[in-house]
């Protein structure tokens, strides 16, 4: 049986374009014209996938997806915004109603079909836990600079896939400069120190387990200290690959904070990665950054569609770039957008909390959460999208 397609929009002829476009492709298409008349349809036909206008005379597109949303019958419906709006705080906003991806008018009829294409192989994936036996897929997270909110990614990452039902360990790479147990309540941890240093053939997931920390909530660490003679340490690029094939054994996800920018290890690193989340700020000079390294890693990397850009906002910009010229100068879709609010991630850390758990319900909870929910499903799902 065809997918069906509920596609939302005050424009008739837009109207007519897309669902002209989606029967072409093999699926059913319903209509609706005004925010209340999708409501009621989505309610009463449960379509697999709503392609939903945001500027709509009697509701807008976010309030609609806000109540579709909040809706026990309609809330796991995958959602596509669409609207003629570019700027990112728009994206921004279509996130944070519950969207599931963003779209800008016009777009090209071939993308809105991979877009749907994908969003609904998602959607169907298996939905088993990956905390069963075998190995291990890795994700791993980079920042294009430092303070772009690398770490706070791979620690909500890891805590929102062990808060769903996952058995993942979060591995800090960051020799000399983590972190991370001290913002978990860890202390100075130096774990990965004291695994790493160790010759290749020792490096074994018995010898890792004495090493690993947990977290009160449950969640798995091999950690770095921010002991400056770490960052002094002579490793070889075979040992940190050694210990992310026997965590690999260990844990489901492995999430790796790799840190910032492309070194001798951070390359042998992205390279063990199933996916890869390339994380930067929205600015001009990040942004140039960003696209190096992006062409660096696409000499390495086979595919580039499991190579993510994340796009962290901590402060509105007074002139910042819109996602479209992002993407366009990126030559990439942006994967994500979290807006995180500097005041949730300063309490989180006195909490000595992951966010996505210190707070569920907050905007950058629930945006990092979905991205988590995303790469899980990416890493059932092989070839879920093609590359650019």
Same mark, same amino acid.
């Given at each position: ?111 809105? @079909?991979?877009? $749907?294409?994908?969003? &609904?192989?998602?959607? +169907?994936? *298996?939905?088993?836990?990956?905390? =069963?036996? %075998? ?104 040992? @940190?690959?050694? $210990?992310?094939?026997? &965590?690999?054994?260990? +844990?489901? *996800?492995?999430?790796?904070?790799? =840190?910032? %920018? ?127």
């Amino acid at each position: 049986m065809a997918e069906k397609i509920l596609v939302v929009d005050d424009d008739l002829d837009s109207l007519k374009l897309i669902g002209l476009m989606l029967q072409r492709n093999g699926y059913e298409v319903s209509a609706a014209s005004a925010g209340s008349q999708a409501l009621a349809k989505a309610t009463s036909e449960r379509p697999d996938l709503i392609i939903l206008d945001v500027m709509m005379p009697d509701m807008s597109g976010l309030e609609v997806c806000r109540r579709l949303r909040k809706n026990p019958d309609t809330k796991a419906i995958p959602i596509i915004m669409f609207t003629a709006k570019t700027l990112i705080d728009d994206k921004v906003a279509g996130f944070e109603a519950g969207a599931d991806d963003y779209l800008t008018k016009p777009t090209h009829p071939a993308e809105l @079909a991979s877009r $749907v294409k994908q969003m &609904l192989a998602r959607s +169907a994936a *298996p939905q088993k836990s990956a905390s =069963g036996g %075998g190995k291990g897929p890795t994700v791993g997270v980079i920042g294009v600079k430092g303070g772009v909110g690398t770490s706070t990614i791979a620690t909500n990452i890891a805590a929102a896939r062990h808060a769903a039902g996952d058995n993942p360990i979060l591995a800090d790479f960051r020799l000399g400069v983590g972190s991370t147990g001290l913002a978990l309540g860890l202390g100075r941890t130096q774990g990965m120190a004291n695994i790493i240093s160790k010759p290749v053939e020792e490096i074994k997931p018995k010898l890792i387990e004495g090493e690993v920390v947990s977290h009160p909530t449950g969640l798995r660490t091999l950690l770095s200290s921010f002991r400056p003679r770490e960052a002094a340490m002579n490793v070889s690029g075979d040992a @940190a690959v050694a $210990v992310v094939r026997a &965590l690999r054994a260990m +844990a489901k *996800p492995v999430v790796i904070d790799i =840190g910032s %920018g492309l070194n001798h290890m951070s390359q042998r690193l992205q390279a063990e990665c199933d996916h890869l989340i390339v994380v930067m700020d929205p600015v001009h000079v990040t942004l140039n950054m960003a696209r190096e390294m992006l062409q660096d890693l696409d000499t390495t990397r086979t595919d580039r569609s499991k190579t993510h850009v994340v796009v962290v906002n901590r402060a509105a910009s007074s002139a910042p770039p819109s996602w479209s010229e992002v993407e366009q100068m990126l030559r990439r879709d942006i994967r994500a957008i979290i807006a995180l609010a500097s005041e949730l991630a300063l309490n989180a850390q006195q909490a000595q909390m992951p966010i996505v758990l210190y707070q569920p319900t907050a905007i950058a909870s629930s945006q990092m959460t979905k991205l988590a929910d995303d790469i899980a499903s990416r890493l059932r799902t092989p070839a879920a999208e093609p590359a650019n």
